[in-house]
């Protein structure tokens, strides 16, 4: 796994676009009826294989095919870390550069804790607040324009004045 601070908070970013850290509730057949089981998911589906190899270098790792169900689309890619160890190395390596998923993360470290125990009502637990944050729908935008009409969203920086960016571009080593 790399060392390299900016491929971690490119990680990060890139999983906070394209990537998911949920808890998922799988019910299992069983004898004695039916088994729950838990487990951490962490997954980066993007669509140009580069990103694929680029992750699997650096993060280690396997990535799969989904195939298309629109014509008109290509084919994505779904990566994913291997094993709860590097599940865990990984949260740790990217949590403190995360914007968007942050408490997902966390949730997910948290779950990885509980890895040997046979705690399932602290996997229930963690797998119910999993699902709140990931939950999907409408939500409330707000924006700081005045007198914005309610069909159109707009936002736009608070900073004054024409800023541009530094001419001079330095590598990062």
Wanted: aromatic fraction near 8%; glycine fraction near 6%; charged fraction near 25%.
């Amino acid at each position: 796994m790399t060392n390299n601070k900016a491929h971690w908070s490119y990680l990060a970013a890139i999983i906070d676009g394209e990537g998911t850290i949920a808890i998922n509730k799988h019910n299992k057949p069983g004898r004695a009826g039916v088994n729950q089981s838990y487990a951490v998911e962490m997954t980066v589906v993007n669509t140009d294989k580069r990103l694929m190899d680029f992750l699997i270098k650096n993060f280690g790792g396997q990535y799969y095919t989904r195939p298309s169900r629109d014509p008109r689309h290509k084919p994505a890619m779904a990566w994913r870390p291997t094993g709860a160890k590097n599940r865990k190395l990984l949260l740790l390596g990217v949590l403190p550069y995360m914007l968007l998923k942050a408490e997902q993360a966390k949730l997910a470290l948290l779950y990885l804790e509980l890895h040997y125990t046979k705690d399932n009502a602290t996997r229930e637990i963690l797998y119910l607040q999993s699902r709140e944050l990931n939950r999907k729908g409408p939500e409330t935008v707000t924006t700081n324009m005045l007198n914005s009409d309610s069909q159109s969203e707009k936002r736009e920086s608070d900073l004054i004045g024409d800023y541009e960016s530094d001419t001079q571009v330095t590598e990062i080593s």
